[in-house]
């Protein structure tokens, strides 16, 4: 199980229980919550609510059983969604130990019957399920991830071979979600100057565009003790990337060239 960091001199406090099933409700009809809450206007401590959720007036995935009990139970439960798809990430947390997707992450697979929902772990809280992502978005603009050409623009398309193409696979479908990033352990003692499996996913991306012309000054600016070399290789990343990407290896990747060119 992830631990999560709580502010000083702070203790999880026994939170509520919301509308416990009744003795004689039909099996596995209820399926138990214990949600994270904090909200930091109030100046309590964080604490832990349980929420029963009838499943049969509920879909399937966590998701949709935060959104029933914001609508059913608790109205100021908090959090983000947005695509309900595994498009946007918005919904990223950590559900039952690992972080991924609500709206992707099925019920019925979590390894308990009691499903522990937290925000993604070692990032500032803003209240409840989320998390202040504000120096996560600022590392990954500071890679510049647009296209960077010195070469007059084509007048209608920058052309591009398949077997170019072919390499951006499994880089470009990253959604930001950060729940590779919330799960590597260098990111969590450097997030200050480590980018992170995420952001350096996001890097490679643009390094291996053949379209880019600005590769040496993208791996110039890669060139220092922490915003690259940080990863100890780990693989959290990869195992916790609920696209099924490997950031682990773009990072290699980034590496190996930085060897190359010296």
Not at 71 to 77: A, M, Q, R, S, V
Not at 89 to 95: H, K, R, V
Not at 139 to 148: M, N, V, Y
Request: include cysteine; proline fraction near 8%.
């Amino acid at each position: 199980m992830v631990q999560f960091t709580l502010p000083k001199n702070s203790k999880v406090t026994k939170g509520k229980a919301w509308n416990p099933p009744s003795k004689d409700a039909e099996a596995g009809r209820w399926r138990e919550y214990r949600i994270y809450r904090f909200d930091p206007e109030t100046g309590e401590n964080p604490r832990v609510d349980t929420y029963w959720v009838d499943m049969k007036d509920c879909g399937p995935m966590v998701l949709d059983a935060l959104i029933w009990i914001k609508n059913k139970i608790d109205p100021t439960l908090t959090f983000r969604r947005s695509c309900r798809e595994g498009v946007c990430g918005s919904c990223s947390m950590n559900i039952a130990g690992t972080n991924t997707l609500a709206c992707t992450m099925h019920a019925d697979d979590a390894p308990s019957s009691v499903i522990a929902v937290y925000p993604l772990p070692h990032m500032p809280v803003v209240k409840d399920l989320v998390p202040d992502m504000t120096r996560f978005y600022a590392q990954h603009r500071s890679i510049e991830p647009w296209l960077k050409t010195d070469s007059p623009t084509p007048q209608k398309e920058w052309r591009q071979s398949h077997e170019d193409r072919e390499k951006l696979d499994g880089l470009y479908e990253c959604i930001l979600c950060a729940c590779c990033s919330t799960a590597c352990p260098s990111y969590w003692w450097n997030g200050d100057r480590y980018l992170g499996p995420a952001v350096l996913l996001q890097a490679q991306r643009w390094v291996e565009d053949s379209r880019d012309e600005r590769t040496g000054e993208r791996l110039d600016d890669l060139e220092d003790p922490f915003r690259l070399y940080r990863c100890h290789t780990i693989l959290n990343c990869t195992k916790a990337c609920p696209k099924g990407l490997n950031p682990a290896k773009a990072i290699a990747s980034l590496k190996a060239k930085m060897v190359e060119r010296t």
